[in-house]
């Protein structure tokens, strides 16, 4: 899948007609924005949870849930920005030694790769010659090296910008949804109730689209997830403003 886009990688061998397509697995806007949606949908309602359950009026809970709808956006773009560029920079680093590995040690270097390809299953003889050819060219050499001993790609870093950016717009839709029904001047918290889990379960059903779960299964999953962490929420909200009242 294109880090940038996160659309699908279309792999074809047109030889035998062949297609399939693979998911992003590497990062992407996926993770960010799954994890942005759940965790806004979850730390909002249970801050109106936690507030209602301390005896708010309800002007203090909406103010409550755009605070944190505002504060938990920024603050989850920020950690994934840092988070996502200190992992790319780590990369980039560990990428750099191996480039001075290669041109100082070729051989060295080439006998090592060899021995990984032996590893896998391939005869010595087939994989020193492989090694050899693949060493030939320092910029090959060092692009296999990375891909075999790091597992990574250095072509198709994650993008902290992206991350960042899904994560902020994933969140605050999430973080909205609770938020909503006291813009329209509900009192109760069973309507923020009701969206918080229907978002909750319509976003661990759209996760099960790239894994073999069923639908149904992870969206229950995470609506008990949520509906837990607001409940205990709810519980501390109601012991705090009765200590406090």
Known sequence: MSEETGTPVRHERESDGIQHEHSDVTGGWLRPAVFGA????????????????????????????????????????AGEYVSVRSQSEQALA???????????????EERELAQMYVAKGLDPQLATEVARQLSRDPEVALDVHVREELGIDPGDLPSATLAAGSSFVAFAIGAFMPVLPYLFGSTALWPALVLTLAGLFLCGAFVTRLTPRPWWYGGSRQVVVG???????????????????
């Open 38 to 77: 759940s965790d806004g949908l979850v730390s909002n309602f249970a801050l109106i949870a936690g507030v209602t359950g301390g005896k708010a009026d309800s002007h203090s809970v909406l103010l409550a849930g755009l605070a944190g709808l505002a504060a938990g956006a920024f603050s989850m773009a």
């Open 94 to 108: 560990e990428i750099e030694t191996e480039r001075r590995e290669i041109l100082r040690r070729p051989k060295a």
């Open 227 to 245: 509906a837990i962490a607001a409940g205990v929420t709810y519980l501390f909200g109601s012991l705090v403003g009765a200590g406090i009242g």
